[in-house]
C-alpha cells in the first residue's frame, strides 16, 4: 500500500499560506490566477484585519452577505471547488423552492412526543443563537431564507429513539434553507438530517447544545446524482455538553459540507466523525472546524473516505484551533482515504494550530492509501474471490464510521449504500 | 495423496525494454508428504516460481503445464488455485487497509472451505494458532499486516498456513530477514503442519538456514529460469560450504 502519513506536528508555527498544500488546486479553478500557496501570502481573502490568512481565527463572519466578496476560486477555502458546478449558489439569489421538511421518528414513524418541531419567521430570537455565516454561499442563504425550521428537545428530557428531519428536494434553482437544533440542558437526543431527491441548496444548520446536553446530529447525503449542496452546520457547545457529529456523503454532483464545533464553556466533549463516498465525476468536500476557545475540553475528528471511478474528487480539510485560552485541551484529528481506482482524487489538509503549551494532547493525522492489484492478488490467493474482496476491504474500512451512529436502521441502510456504491462502480 | 506437477514451464514478464523470459523450462513433481527445497542465487526465477503456481497477473506462462491432481491450475483463477488447495507464503506479505486480521481469516476459511467455520472452535484454533507462533493476541483486532513488522508479517503467513490446511504450501523466501528465534517459530509452525500429514511443501529459499529446522526430502538448485542440479539433503549441505559460485557463469564470479 502506497501511503503518505503526516505525523503530528505539535505546536509546530502555523505556515503562512499554507505552503504543503500548494499544488492541491482544484482543477477546476485552477489557471484562473497564481497557484496558491507560498505566492499567496500577502493576498488577502477575506481575512478579517491585521490577522494572517493563515490563521483560521482570522476566517471573516458575517450575517450581511455584502461583507463577503465575489468567489474567484482563488481563496483559501473555495480553492478545491469547483465553482461552475455550484450552479450559481455563490452568484444568484437563492429564491428557489428549497427543501422540504419532514420531522419523524425512525422510519417513518411518528416523531418522539417530546421533541417540539416549529417553523418561524426570521425575527426568532433563535436564529442566530449557534451560527453565523464564514463564506459567502453560508450568508447567501442566510440573507435568502425566509422561514426556519426549530427543532427543540426540552430540558432534561432524553429520547429513546431518534429523530428524523427528512429533508426532500423537490428541484434545481438555487435555493437556502435554515434549521435550528437546540438540545436544551442535560437532554439527550440522536437527530438524522436526511438528505434526498434533487435540489440545488445553501443551507445554515445551527446547533445548540446547552450545558450537561447530549447530542448526535446524524447528517446523510444521499441526494440524486445531479444534486449540489453546500451545508455550514455550526454548533455551540455549552459546559460539560456532549456533542457527536456524523457527517455521511454518498450522493449529489457537488456536496460540500462544512461542520463546525466552538466551544462556549469549559468540559466540552466533541466527536466528529465523517463518511464519504465518491463515484467518478463527484466532488464531495469536507471542511470541518473545531474551536478550543475555552479551558479543559476535549475534542475528537475521523473522515474516512473511499473514492472510486475517473475525476472522483474527494476533499478533507480539517482545521482544529486551539486558542491561548484553552488550556488543558486534549484533540486529535485525523483523515484515512481509500483510492479504489485510478483517476480519483483525495485531498487531505489537517491544520492544527496551537496557540499555548499548556494542554493535554494535541495531533493530526492523514493517510490516503491505494487498494490496488497487489491487495486483490494477496486476498485471492487466500482463496477469497475478487469482488467480495474489494467489499471486504470498503466495508472495513467504512465500517469503523457507520459503527458511531447507534441508531441501528440507519446504520444498516448505509451499509447497504455502500454496498450499492461498490456495486455501481463494479469494475 | 495429491500430486502438484510442473511440467516444461516457460514464463515470462513484461518489461519497459520489452519481453524477458525468466523460467526457462522448469519441471518439478511434489507428492503430500514431501519437502522439496527449491535455493538459488538472487534472479534464478526462484520467486517467479512460486508466484507463477498462485496465478500473479504479472506473469505469463508462455507453454508448459502445471497440474493438481490431474486439474489443469493454469486455467484457474487465482481465488480457485487457493481453493483447490495451494497456499503462497508471500515473501512480501502485503498491509490490506480497512480489513481485520479476525475477519480476513474468517472470510478467507470460509471461502476456502465453503462453509463459515464453527465460531466456537475456530475461534480457539486462531488463538491457540497465535499463540503457538508467538503472535500478540492483539494482532487480531489490527489490519492485516498494517504495521507489522517483517518478522511478524512472516508469522502471521504461517498463522495462515495452519489455519486454512492446504495440499500444498509454496513458502516464497520466508526465511528472509528473520532472526534465528523468529525463524525456529516459524519452521515449528510449518513443521507442524507437516507432521499432521496431508501438506507438500515447496520451500524457496536463498540461505541453507532453514534448513536446519525444515528437513528437505529433495533439494533443486535453480540457475538462469532452470533447474541446475537436483538432489537430497545432501546438496544443501554441499552448497552450504561451496555457495552457487560453481553454478555460476565465469564472467560473474566474484
Request: negative net charge; aromatic residues 4%.
Given at each position: 500500500m502506497?501511503e503518505?502519513?503526516?505525523?503530528?506536528?505539535?505546536?509546530?508555527?502555523?505556515?503562512?499560506?499554507?505552503?504543503?498544500?500548494?499544488?492541491?488546486?482544484?482543477?477546476?479553478?485552477?489557471?484562473?490566477?497564481?497557484?496558491?500557496?507560498?505566492?499567496?501570502?500577502?493576498?488577502?481573502?477575506?481575512?478579517?484585519?491585521?490577522?494572517?490568512?493563515?490563521?483560521?481565527?482570522?476566517?471573516?463572519?458575517?450575517?450581511?452577505?455584502?461583507?463577503?466578496?465575489?468567489?474567484?476560486?482563488?481563496?483559501?477555502?473555495?480553492?478545491?471547488?469547483?465553482?461552475?458546478?455550484?450552479?450559481?449558489?455563490?452568484?444568484?439569489?437563492?429564491?428557489?423552492?428549497?427543501?422540504?421538511?419532514?420531522?419523524?421518528?425512525?422510519?417513518?414513524?411518528?416523531?418522539?412526543?417530546?421533541?417540539?418541531?416549529?417553523?418561524?419567521?426570521?425575527?426568532?430570537?433563535?436564529?442566530?443563537?449557534?451560527?453565523?455565516?464564514?463564506?459567502?454561499?453560508?450568508?447567501?442563504?442566510?440573507?435568502?431564507?425566509?422561514?426556519?425550521?426549530?427543532?427543540?428537545?426540552?430540558?432534561?428530557?432524553?429520547?429513546?429513539?431518534?429523530?428524523?428531519?427528512?429533508?426532500?428536494?423537490?428541484?434545481?434553482?438555487?435555493?437556502?434553507?435554515?434549521?435550528?437544533?437546540?438540545?436544551?440542558?442535560?437532554?439527550?437526543?440522536?437527530?438524522?438530517?436526511?438528505?434526498?431527491?434533487?435540489?440545488?441548496?445553501?443551507?445554515?444548520?445551527?446547533?445548540?447544545?446547552?450545558?450537561?446536553?447530549?447530542?448526535?446530529?446524524?447528517?446523510?447525503?444521499?441526494?440524486?446524482?445531479?444534486?449540489?449542496?453546500?451545508?455550514?452546520?455550526?454548533?455551540?457547545?455549552?459546559?460539560?455538553?456532549?456533542?457527536?457529529?456524523?457527517?455521511?456523503?454518498?450522493?449529489?454532483?457537488?456536496?460540500?459540507?462544512?461542520?463546525?464545533?466552538?466551544?462556549?464553556?469549559?468540559?466540552?466533549?466533541?466527536?466528529?466523525?465523517?463518511?464519504?463516498?465518491?463515484?467518478?465525476?463527484?466532488?464531495?468536500?469536507?471542511?470541518?472546524?473545531?474551536?478550543?476557545?475555552?479551558?479543559?475540553?476535549?475534542?475528537?475528528?475521523?473522515?474516512?473516505?473511499?473514492?472510486?471511478?475517473?475525476?472522483?474528487?474527494?476533499?478533507?480539510?480539517?482545521?482544529?484551533?486551539?486558542?491561548?485560552?484553552?488550556?488543558?485541551?486534549?484533540?486529535?484529528?485525523?483523515?484515512?482515504?481509500?483510492?479504489?481506482?485510478?483517476?480519483?482524487?483525495?485531498?487531505?489538509?489537517?491544520?492544527?494550530?496551537?496557540?499555548?503549551?499548556?494542554?493535554?494532547?494535541?495531533?493530526?493525522?492523514?493517510?490516503?492509501?491505494?487498494?490496488?492489484?497487489e491487495?486483490?492478488?494477496y486476498?485471492?490467493a487466500r482463496?477469497?474471490?475478487?469482488?467480495?474482496?474489494?467489499?471486504?476491504?470498503?466495508?472495513?474500512?467504512?465500517?469503523?464510521?457507520?459503527?458511531?451512529?447507534?441508531?441501528?436502521?440507519?446504520?444498516?441502510?448505509?451499509?447497504?449504500?455502500?454496498?450499492?456504491?461498490?456495486?455501481?462502480?463494479?469494475? | 495423496?495429491?500430486?502438484?506437477?510442473?511440467?516444461?514451464?516457460?514464463?515470462?514478464?513484461?518489461?519497459?525494454?520489452?519481453?524477458?523470459?525468466?523460467?526457462?523450462?522448469?519441471?518439478?513433481?511434489?507428492?503430500?508428504?514431501?519437502i522439496h527445497a527449491i535455493m538459488g542465487p538472487n534472479g534464478s526465477?526462484k520467486s517467479?516460481?512460486a508466484s507463477?503456481?498462485?496465478?500473479?497477473?504479472?506473469?505469463?506462462?508462455?507453454?508448459?503445464?502445471?497440474?493438481?491432481?490431474?486439474?489443469?491450475?493454469?486455467?484457474?483463477?487465482?481465488?480457485?488455485?487457493?481453493?483447490?488447495?495451494?497456499f503462497l507464503a508471500m515473501q512480501y506479505p502485503v498491509e490490506v487497509?480497512?480489513?481485520?486480521m479476525?475477519?480476513f481469516l474468517?472470510?478467507?476459511?470460509?471461502?476456502?472451505?465453503?462453509?463459515?467455520?464453527?465460531?466456537?472452535?475456530?475461534?480457539?484454533?486462531v488463538k491457540e494458532a497465535m499463540s503457538q507462533l508467538r503472535i500478540d493476541a492483539d494482532f487480531a483486532q489490527r489490519n492485516v499486516n498494517e504495521g507489522f513488522s517483517g518478522g511478524e508479517k512472516k508469522r502471521v503467513e504461517i498463522l495462515q498456513l495452519e489455519l486454512f490446511?492446504?495440499?500444498?504450501a509454496i513458502m516464497d523466501e520466508t526465511d528472509s530477514g528473520l532472526d534465528v528465534d523468529a525463524l525456529k517459530v516459524v519452521s515449528e509452525g510449518h513443521n507442524r503442519v507437516h507432521e499432521a500429514?496431508?501438506l507438500?511443501t515447496l520451500l524457496i529459499t536463498h540461505y541453507t538456514r532453514i534448513l536446519r529446522y525444515i528437513k528437505p526430502?529433495?533439494v533443486?538448485v535453480f540457475?538462469?529460469?532452470?533447474?541446475?542440479?537436483?538432489?537430497?539433503p545432501?546438496l544443501a549441505d554441499r552448497l552450504e560450504e561451496e555457495g552457487y559460485?560453481?553454478?555460476?557463469?565465469?564472467?560473474?564470479?566474484a
Open positions: 502506497t503518505t502519513t503526516e505525523k503530528a506536528r505539535i505546536g509546530a508555527p502555523a505556515i503562512d499560506g499554507f505552503s504543503e498544500e500548494g499544488e492541491d488546486l482544484s482543477p477546476v479553478n485552477a489557471g484562473q490566477g497564481p497557484l496558491a500557496g507560498a505566492s499567496t501570502k500577502g493576498h488577502s481573502h477575506g481575512g478579517g484585519v491585521g490577522v494572517p490568512d493563515s490563521s483560521r481565527a482570522g476566517r471573516r463572519t458575517s450575517y450581511q452577505l455584502a461583507d463577503f466578496p465575489q468567489l474567484t476560486g482563488r481563496e483559501e477555502d473555495w480553492r478545491f471547488t469547483p465553482l461552475k458546478r455550484l450552479r450559481g449558489l455563490h452568484t444568484e439569489a437563492l429564491t428557489g423552492a428549497a427543501p422540504t421538511v419532514t420531522v419523524t421518528g425512525p422510519e417513518g414513524s411518528e416523531a418522539p412526543s417530546a421533541v417540539k418541531v416549529e417553523t418561524v419567521d426570521r425575527s426568532d430570537a433563535r436564529i442566530g443563537s449557534a451560527g453565523i455565516p464564514e463564506d459567502r454561499v453560508s450568508a447567501a442563504a442566510w440573507e435568502a431564507f425566509t422561514e426556519a425550521t426549530v427543532l427543540t428537545i426540552p430540558a432534561e428530557t432524553e429520547l429513546e429513539t431518534g429523530v428524523v428531519v427528512a429533508i426532500e428536494g423537490t428541484g434545481t434553482e438555487a435555493s437556502a434553507q435554515h434549521l435550528v437544533i437546540v438540545a436544551e440542558r442535560f437532554s439527550k437526543a440522536v437527530v438524522v438530517l436526511d438528505h434526498k431527491g434533487t435540489t440545488t441548496v445553501s443551507q445554515n444548520v445551527e446547533i445548540d447544545v446547552r450545558d450537561g446536553a447530549e447530542l448526535t446530529v446524524v447528517s446523510v447525503q444521499e441526494w440524486n446524482d445531479d444534486a449540489v449542496h453546500a451545508s455550514s452546520q455550526q454548533a455551540k457547545i455549552g459546559r460539560d455538553a456532549k456533542f457527536k457529529h456524523v457527517a455521511v456523503s454518498l450522493g449529489g454532483d457537488l456536496v460540500r459540507v462544512t461542520p463546525s464545533a466552538r466551544f462556549s464553556q469549559p468540559g466540552g466533549d466533541v466527536e466528529l466523525f465523517g463518511l464519504y463516498f465518491a463515484d467518478a465525476g463527484q466532488h464531495l468536500e469536507q471542511r470541518l472546524f473545531v474551536d478550543h476557545a475555552v479551558p479543559n475540553c476535549k475534542s475528537r475528528v475521523l473522515y474516512k473516505g473511499a473514492l472510486q471511478g475517473e475525476a472522483a474528487h474527494t476533499v478533507w480539510v480539517g482545521d482544529v484551533l486551539i486558542r491561548k485560552e484553552a488550556e488543558g485541551t486534549d484533540s486529535y484529528e485525523a483523515n484515512r482515504n481509500l483510492v479504489l481506482t485510478d483517476g480519483a482524487r483525495a485531498d487531505s489538509v489537517p491544520n492544527l494550530e496551537i496557540e499555548t503549551g499548556l494542554i493535554e494532547g494535541a495531533g493530526h493525522a492523514s493517510t490516503t492509501g491505494r487498494f490496488d492489484d491487495h486483490l492478488f486476498l485471492m482463496g477469497i474471490p475478487e469482488d467480495e474482496a474489494r467489499r471486504l476491504v470498503v466495508r472495513g474500512f467504512l465500517n469503523e464510521i457507520i459503527q458511531q451512529i447507534r441508531v441501528p436502521e440507519l446504520e444498516e441502510r448505509l451499509t447497504e449504500a455502500v454496498e450499492r456504491e461498490l456495486a455501481a462502480g463494479n469494475l | 495423496m495429491s500430486t502438484l506437477d510442473i511440467k516444461d514451464l516457460h514464463v515470462s514478464i513484461e518489461t519497459e525494454q520489452g519481453k524477458k523470459e525468466i523460467l526457462k523450462g522448469v519441471s518439478l513433481t511434489i507428492n503430500t508428504g514431501e526465477g517467479t516460481l507463477t503456481i498462485a496465478g500473479h497477473p504479472r506473469y505469463t506462462v508462455d507453454s508448459g503445464s502445471i497440474t493438481l491432481d490431474g486439474e489443469d491450475v493454469l486455467e484457474m483463477s487465482v481465488d480457485e488455485r487457493a481453493r483447490a488447495g495451494l487497509p480497512g480489513v481485520t479476525t475477519n474468517r472470510t478467507a476459511k470460509t471461502a476456502l472451505d465453503g462453509e463459515a467455520p464453527k465460531l466456537r472452535t475456530w475461534t480457539k484454533d490446511k492446504p495440499k500444498f500429514g496431508g507438500g526430502d529433495f533443486h540457475v538462469d529460469g532452470k533447474i541446475a542440479e537436483e538432489g537430497g545432501e559460485d560453481r553454478f555460476l557463469p565465469t564472467a560473474a564470479k
